[in-house]
C-alpha cells in the first residue's frame, strides 16, 4: 500500500483511535517522515553535488549544512532528549563541515527517520504535557509545543534548501 492510500486508511478510520497522544504522534511520524523523504528529494535534485555546499548573496548557510543542521536538531531534541539514543549533537560542525558527500548526508536522513519511528510511538498523553527536557533557559515549552515546533523549524529550513538549490542551479 502507497504511502497516500494508507495516510488515506488512516483518516477514515480516526474514529478507532481513543488515545490523542497516539493520534497526535502518529501524525507527526507521518508528516516528519514525509518532510524527511521531500529533504533527500532536494538534495538528490542538485545537478552537481558541490553546490550543495555553496551559498549565494547574503545566504550564510549552505544546503548541506542546513540538512546536517536539521538531523542534528531532530536527533538532539528528539532523540536524545525524548528517547534517549545517546545522541551528542555538534550544532558548530552542522554550519561548519563542507563536502560531506550526498549518499551520507541521505544515511543521516534515513537513520532520523528510524529513530522518528522509535520514539514518537513511544511517547504518552503524560508524556506530551511534560516540560522538554532540552528546553532552553528562558523559552520553556512542552513536549507536545516542543514537537510542533521543530516542526516548523523545519519546514522553514526545507524552503531555504529549495529556493537555494535554484538560484544556484538556475
Same mark, same amino acid.
Request: hydrophobic letters at 40%; one cysteine or more.
Given at each position: 500500500?502507497?504511502?497516500? $492510500? $494508507?495516510?488515506?486508511?488512516?483518516?477514515?478510520?480516526?474514529? =478507532?483511535? *481513543?488515545?490523542?497522544?497516539?493520534?497526535?504522534?502518529?501524525?507527526?511520524?507521518?508528516?516528519?517522515?514525509?518532510?524527511?523523504?521531500?529533504? #533527500?528529494?532536494?538534495?538528490?535534485?542538485?545537478?552537481?553535488?558541490?553546490?550543495?555546499?555553496?551559498?549565494?548573496?547574503?545566504?550564510?548557510? $549552505? $544546503?548541506?549544512?542546513?540538512?546536517?543542521?536539521?538531523?542534528?536538531?531532530?536527533?538532539? /531534541?528528539?532523540?536524545?532528549?525524548?528517547?534517549?539514543?545517546?545522541?551528542? !549533537?555538534?550544532?558548530?560542525?552542522? /554550519?561548519? &563541515?563542507?563536502?560531506?558527500? !550526498?549518499?551520507?548526508i541521505i544515511?543521516?536522513?534515513?537513520?532520523?527517520? #528510524?529513530?522518528? #519511528?522509535?520514539?514518537?510511538?513511544?511517547? *504518552? %498523553?503524560?508524556?506530551?504535557?511534560?516540560? &522538554?527536557?532540552? *528546553?532552553?533557559?528562558?523559552?520553556?515549552?512542552t513536549v507536545?509545543?516542543?514537537?510542533? =515546533?521543530?516542526?516548523?523549524? /523545519?519546514?522553514? =529550513?526545507?524552503?531555504?534548501?529549495?529556493?537555494?538549490?535554484?538560484?544556484? %542551479?538556475?
Amino acid at each position: 500500500m502507497c504511502k497516500v $492510500s $494508507s495516510y488515506k486508511f488512516y483518516l477514515r478510520n480516526l474514529n =478507532h483511535i *481513543s488515545n490523542f497522544a497516539v493520534m497526535f504522534t502518529n501524525d507527526l511520524l507521518i508528516v516528519y517522515e514525509k518532510n524527511l523523504l521531500q529533504l #533527500k528529494q532536494e538534495i538528490n535534485l542538485f545537478n552537481d553535488e558541490k553546490n550543495m555546499w555553496l551559498t549565494a548573496g547574503n545566504i550564510s548557510n $549552505s $544546503s548541506g549544512n542546513l540538512c546536517l543542521h536539521l538531523t542534528g536538531n531532530l536527533n538532539h /531534541f528528539i532523540g536524545a532528549g525524548l528517547g534517549n539514543t545517546g545522541y551528542v !549533537r555538534n550544532r558548530d560542525a552542522e /554550519f561548519a &563541515s563542507k563536502d560531506i558527500p !550526498r549518499n551520507e548526508i541521505i544515511n543521516q536522513m534515513d537513520a532520523t527517520i #528510524k529513530m522518528l #519511528k522509535t520514539v514518537l510511538p513511544a511517547l *504518552s %498523553e503524560d508524556d506530551l504535557k511534560k516540560d &522538554s527536557p532540552k *528546553s532552553t533557559p528562558g523559552r520553556e515549552m512542552t513536549v507536545g509545543y516542543l514537537l510542533l =515546533h521543530l516542526l516548523s523549524h /523545519f519546514n522553514y =529550513h526545507l524552503g531555504q534548501i529549495n529556493y537555494l538549490r535554484r538560484v544556484l %542551479e538556475v
